[in-house]
């Protein structure tokens, strides 16, 4: 093998959430990375995010550089007493008075709301990144294996590299799962999960003085029928993200967009049955707003996440609908576990057979958690929108089963699953 570390060159397709956060954490290591990435620059889109602590673990372990970056933009509920509140759980679509909602529960975790403005949190992490680590404008078509073992990714504007490891983190239409499962597996395509969300950023003082306080700068999750609307402040509270979720019972109107322009005025429409709230929280979005579809991996999941020496990390795996508010978070979680097995002595001593081993272990530990997380979080959604079977609209069973869901996703213990995977490591390069 040839490169500066015994591990030779990894190469990251992809320079979103996971791949930087991956990039970060194995040059921590000391590891020799290029990341691929087909936009002509780092992007993230003007959203929030949420982490929950399970993330935030993950983050730490990943590289202390990624914490203290989160650490430097995330936002949490402004009120005093909210500080621990996930979200506040409330009825969104039967109340004619703004502000008079019916309070229906609250979940809540050591760390609360804890959201970034994306594009914020983006620009820290890159700090991170030196110069010609990342190579722009690389859209990777396909990758083949040469005679000596390594791996030649080939670029859409003709041009190529090698590596000994590809590591897919190029979101949920990855070339790179298409190139390991073939583009006829039904995993390949990403399904419509007919839900499509509205995403809107509202100046705080606007929210506060149109909703009060409590409403405006606390966590909120407005349930109804077939729909809900979700905020929470980012931006250190100078601002209220706003996402509004509605179910579609026909199809995405595009086949290569998940994201379309949108008006105020049809989001207004959707939500007409709602209650005054949350009319009154669409009346503050932008005319003009975009509209995204909600994808996921659900139907048809990748029976496993490796191929020899190419794997899938984050949403190119296991691309989840946005319920749990968790699909970041996870990517996070895979970094860490990834980039741990990648720092095992046993990898670099065994060189190609060890990077193969650990992308199987990689793999076998994965692959039941983030598969649960698109699952549960595809019931979370129903849960909040009165859709879940022998649930419907009764409070007290929504807020059972999301506390049993949340509990579980935020109790993960990502240095359990280091260990379980450096076990598996093990048992693989035994293989
Ligand atoms: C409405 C909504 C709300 C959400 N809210 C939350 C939340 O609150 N908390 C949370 O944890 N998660 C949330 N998520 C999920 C989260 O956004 C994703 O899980 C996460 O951004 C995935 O990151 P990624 O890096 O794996 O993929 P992506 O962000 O999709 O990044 C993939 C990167 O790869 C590049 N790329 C793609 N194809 C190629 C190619 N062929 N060659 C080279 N480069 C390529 C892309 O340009 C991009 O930069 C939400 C998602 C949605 C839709």
Redesign the pocket.
């Known amino acids: 093998m040839t490169g500066s570390n015994p591990l030779g060159s990894i190469a990251i397709?992809?320079?979103?959430?996971?791949?930087?956060v991956l990039a970060i954490a194995l040059l921590d290591r000391g590891l020799s990375v290029n990341v691929?990435?087909?936009?002509s620059r780092?992007?993230?889109i003007g959203?929030?995010?949420?982490?929950?602590p399970a993330?935030a673990r993950a983050m730490k372990i990943c590289s202390q550089k990624i914490h203290t970056a989160f650490e430097k933009v995330v936002t949490k509920n402004q009120g005093e007493d909210k500080q621990s509140i996930w979200f506040d759980w409330v009825d969104g679509h039967n109340d004619t008075e703004v502000g008079k909602e019916q309070y229906a529960f609250s979940i809540g975790n050591e760390s609360g709301a804890n959201?970034v403005h994306?594009a914020h949190f983006l620009d820290e992490l890159v700090k991170h990144v030196p110069d010609g680590t990342t190579h722009f404008g690389?859209?990777?078509?396909t990758i083949e294996e040469l005679e000596d073992g390594k791996l030649k990714l080939k670029?859409?504007d003709g041009s190529d590299a090698t590596a000994d490891a590809v590591v897919g983190?190029?979101?949920?239409?990855?070339?790179?799962r298409a190139w390991m499962m073939g583009a006829d597996h039904p995993c390949t395509p990403p399904v419509y999960t007919h839900k499509y969300?509205y995403?809107g950023l509202i100046p705080m003082e606007k929210a506060r003085k149109e909703l009060g306080d409590d409403l405006a700068q606390n966590s909120k999750m407005h349930m109804g029928q077939d729909g809900h609307v979700l905020t929470f402040p980012v931006n250190k509270g100078a601002t209220m993200n706003v996402?509004a979720f509605k179910v579609d019972s026909g199809q995405w109107p595009s086949d290569t967009k998940l994201t379309l322009p949108s008006e105020k005025s049809h989001v207004l429409k959707d939500f007409r049955d709602f209650g005054a709230t949350v009319h009154k929280i669409i009346d503050m979005l932008e005319p003009n707003l975009d509209c995204?579809a909600?994808y996921d991996l659900g139907d048809h999941p990748m029976p496993h996440y490796n191929k020899g020496r190419v794997v899938v990390?984050?949403?190119?795996g296991h691309?989840?609908?946005?319920h749990?508010?968790?699909?970041?978070?996870?990517?996070i979680e895979d970094a860490a576990v990834m980039a741990e097995l990648l720092n095992d002595p046993r990898v670099a001593e065994t060189g190609h057979n060890g990077l193969a081993a650990a992308f199987q272990a990689y793999s076998d530990q994965r692959l039941e958690r983030t598969q649960w997380l698109v699952q549960s979080s595809r019931r979370s959604g129903d849960l909040y929108e009165w859709r879940a079977e022998g649930v419907g609209r009764d409070f007290k069973k929504i807020e059972e089963e999301c506390r049993e869901r949340d509990e579980k996703l935020w109790n993960g213990q990502v240095k359990e699953y280091i260990k379980e995977a450096q076990t598996l490591l093990g048992k693989s390069l035994k293989q």
């Open positions: 397709v992809g320079g979103g959430i996971s791949g930087v691929y990435e087909q936009a780092f992007g993230e959203a929030g995010v949420a982490f929950n993330a959201a994306r690389k859209h990777l078509d670029f859409h983190c190029d979101g949920i239409k990855s070339k790179v969300a995403r996402v995204w909600i990390v984050g949403d190119a691309a989840t609908s946005p749990h508010g968790a699909g970041a978070g996870m990517c």
